[in-house]
């Protein structure tokens, strides 16, 4: 595993618990609530719009691959999935 930024942050290999091709998942240092996990692109954009539509389908797959998890893990009903750009690095964040 390479190095791993969120925006400005270096990601230490021992925070991901899921890594793809062109994604990976960390949980929150900060969490909302518990399950608070985070699915980032491996390549930091600007925007949305900046993705590759490969980055986009790899992102959302990873994205439903962690919700499984996440629902499982905390025998939740429900989840919100969230959209941010966050110091310039696009995230989804459960």
Do not use: W
């Not at 909302?32 to 692109?41: E, I, K, N, T």
């Not at 930091?44 to 900046?50: I, Q």
């Amino acid at each position: 595993m390479s190095t791993l930024r969120f925006g400005q942050h270096i990601i230490k290999a021992s925070a991901v618990f899921l890594q793809t091709e062109l994604s990976f998942a960390l949980v929150n240092r900060k969490p909302v609530v518990p399950g608070h996990v985070l699915v980032c692109p491996l390549r930091p954009v600007e925007r949305f719009r900046d993705l590759q539509p490969d980055e986009v389908a790899d992102l959302f797959s990873t994205t439903q691959r962690v919700a499984n998890l996440v629902e499982k893990l905390f025998n939740a009903t429900s989840l919100t999935i969230a959209i941010q750009v966050k110091h310039t690095s696009y995230v989804v964040s459960l």
